[in-house]
Every structure is written in structure tokens, then in C-alpha cells.
Nanobody
Framework: QVQLVESGGGSVQAGGSLKLSCKAS????????MGWYRQAPGKERELVSG???????SYVDSVKGRFTISQGNDKSTVYLQMNNVKTDDTAVYYC??????????????????WGQGTQVTVSS
């Protein structure tokens, strides 16, 4: 009942900037949080950043100070502003959402809905 579509991926030089967008459709009121994951070749998928519908944000240590997550007022769109990108940021980035009947502490950050992913390639 919730669908996610990412956009904004592409190639960028190290030190440059890129902004990813994720648009949610469906039962928007069921979304407790949204986040961005990434998976590089040969590596495990990791949570890069997340934001709850209440405004709480989180970042993996490797992107703190460089990436910023934000959402629209209607909570249906989430953005990831990527500044000063590094080659290690190269990965497929996935938008995710936690869509549940009730946003309890247990499920708020348990993402159960995924976008198809968008490739981000950072070159030297």
C-alpha cells in the first residue's frame, strides 16, 4: 500500500554534491519513518540516514557532517543532500519506509517498504 520511487542518482566527482529524492505514494499516513540505505559491491547493505515522521534524524558516522536528510511537510517525500562526496560513497542507494498501523517505538525504524534503488558513482 506504500510505494517508493527514488531519483537524483548519477555520477559525480569526489568533493561534489548530489541530492537524492524519494517520493512515497499510497497510504502515507501509515509511514512512521523513512530512510536511505546503500549497498556497495561486495559489502553489506547499511543504513545511511533515517528520519521519523516526528523529525528525529540519524546518520551513520561515515557521512556525518556531509549528508543531510530532510522531508517535506506532508511526510511523503524525503531527500538526502550529499555534500563533499567521497569515492567510498559509491553504492546503490535505496529509499526505505517503515509503514505500520501504529508507530510504536518497536516498529518506527523497522523499514518494511523499499524503493528500487538508484546508483551513485563517485569518481576521483
Amino acid at each position: 500500500q506504500v510505494q517508493l520511487v527514488e531519483s537524483g542518482g548519477g555520477s559525480v566527482q569526489a568533493g561534489g554534491s548530489l541530492k537524492l529524492s524519494c517520493k512515497a505514494s499510497g497510504v502515507i499516513s501509515s509511514i512512521c519513518s523513512m530512510g536511505w540505505y546503500r549497498q556497495a559491491p561486495g559489502k553489506e547493505r547499511e543504513l545511511v540516514s533515517g528520519i521519523s515522521r516526528f523529525g528525529a534524524t540519524s546518520y551513520v558516522d561515515s557521512v556525518k557532517g556531509r549528508f543531510t536528510i530532510s522531508q517535506g511537510n506532508d511526510k511523503s517525500t524525503v531527500y538526502l543532500q550529499m555534500n563533499n562526496v567521497k569515492t567510498d560513497d559509491t553504492a546503490v542507494y535505496y529509499c526505505a519506509a517503515a509503514a505500520w498501523l501504529s508507530c510504536t517505538s518497536t516498529v518506527t525504524n523497522r523499514h518494511n517498504t523499499w524503493g528500487q534503488g538508484t546508483q551513485v558513482t563517485v569518481s576521483s
